[in-house]
């Protein structure tokens, strides 16, 4: 064997040996990863708990599956107290009870909260729903028929239902159509003419990208123009809710990133299982931004939603454009109702009850429970159906 022979089988040699440690350090931090998701994925909810750390008497805290309309969906119940008012919640394009980890609203303290995660979604996901197969009047029965289980389960003749994001397009329409079943509608970051939203969303996202000379970004932006006239790109989704995030004005306003900021806490909520958070992301990326978008952004709630007969009160991060804070505000004073409040949040983008939770809480309890508007930015002028 000559030298030249030598080296090559040497190499290789060593080649092989420095492959199998790659392998063997790839194989070890797969497997510690899918370790760690299972630690993580119980799917057990836990209790409430007092300052002793022992579970609160007559709380409840529970993971319930429930047949809506002939189809098995889920959701978590909290309540400090089950006698308390109840409060469905619905959710924008995905469910975020898991959010409630890192930003407490504490709201179960004054509601029996209901987490529902609507068809379609996260528990209430099947791999053999038709893409595209949910409809708004399937969505509206559904929470109507929601809404009745839980009067009935909790001896209530009303409950309350608040919507948030997309959800507030189901709740709001709902609230409309059933006002006997509920004390009040509360929207956070309530949508109002979708496709202006959109719109205004993406040209303060350029200005401001022009402004920090991320002109890769700009780029993107330019070749997926959002306007009134030509709509929305295809191109455009995917960066839409990066962007957003980047600049502060997506999700909360310290939520940098969809990884870090969803994508990472939803993964270690401990309620869910390892199943039940896959299906939590199949949902996701089943149904885009929202699986009513092209409904969404076709519609002026405005125009098809111009009163209600219930007390209405809108909660707004200043910083909200994903459901734009002036078109929410447009829309309020439009909207005709026996009681309305506007609420700004000085410190919030498009969750404000997670990002600033005890003015939240404050307002829910003094004028939602209370019935009245005295916190409301325009309290002088919102009582009575006439109020501008």
Not at 13 to 28: A, D
Not at 179 to 201: C, N, R, T
Not at 364 to 373: A, I
Request: net charge neutral; aromatic share 12%; glycine share 8%.
């Amino acid at each position: 064997m000559n030298m030249q022979q030598f080296l090559k089988i040497t190499i290789l040699q060593k080649g092989g040996r420095i492959m199998s440690v790659v392998l063997t350090i790839i194989l070890v931090m797969i497997v510690l990863m899918a370790g760690t998701l299972f630690y993580f994925s119980p799917g057990k909810v836990r209790p409430i708990l007092n300052e002793k750390g022992r579970p609160v008497h007559g709380s409840l805290s529970e993971k319930v599956f429930v047949e809506i309309n002939g189809m098995n969906q889920g959701m978590f119940i909290k309540s400090s107290n089950a006698d308390n008012p109840v409060l469905l919640y619905l959710h924008g394009g995905m469910p975020d009870y898991f959010l409630t980890d890192k930003y407490p609203t504490g709201l179960e303290e004054l509601f029996t909260m209901v987490w529902w995660e609507q068809w379609g979604s996260g528990m209430s996901y099947a791999s053999d729903i038709p893409q595209g197969s949910v409809t708004l009047e399937q969505m509206v029965a559904d929470t109507r028929a929601l809404t009745d289980y839980l009067r009935r389960r909790f001896n209530q003749e009303k409950i309350y239902l608040m919507g948030h994001s997309g959800g507030t397009f189901i709740g709001i329409l709902t609230a409309a159509q059933y006002p006997e079943l509920f004390h009040a509608y509360i929207g956070v970051a309530q949508m109002s003419d979708q496709m202006k939203s959109e719109v205004l969303a993406y040209n303060y996202m350029l200005q401001e990208y022009r402004k920090r000379g991320d002109m890769g970004m700009v780029k993107k932006l330019e070749a997926a123009t959002v306007s009134l006239e030509k709509g929305i790109p295809d191109n455009y989704l995917p960066l839409r809710d990066p962007a957003m995030h980047a600049l502060g004005i997506g999700t909360t306003r310290d939520m940098k990133s969809v990884v870090t900021g969803i994508f990472l806490p939803s993964l270690k909520c401990r309620d869910y299982t390892l199943r039940e958070k896959f299906n939590l992301w199949m949902g996701k990326s089943e149904s885009g931004i929202s699986i009513l978008w092209k409904e969404m952004v076709a519609t002026d709630l405005s125009a098809r939603v111009p009163e209600l007969q219930i007390p209405v009160y809108f909660m707004e991060g200043k910083y909200d454009y994903t459901c734009s804070y002036t078109e929410a505000k447009s829309y309020f004073e439009k909207l005709k109702a026996p009681l309305k409040g506007f609420y700004t949040f000085e410190l919030s983008a498009h969750s404000p009850l997670f990002e600033e939770p005890e003015k939240f809480r404050q307002i829910m309890q003094q004028d939602v429970l209370g019935m009245d508007n005295q916190l409301s930015d325009f309290n002088a002028a919102d009582k009575g159906v006439n109020s501008p």
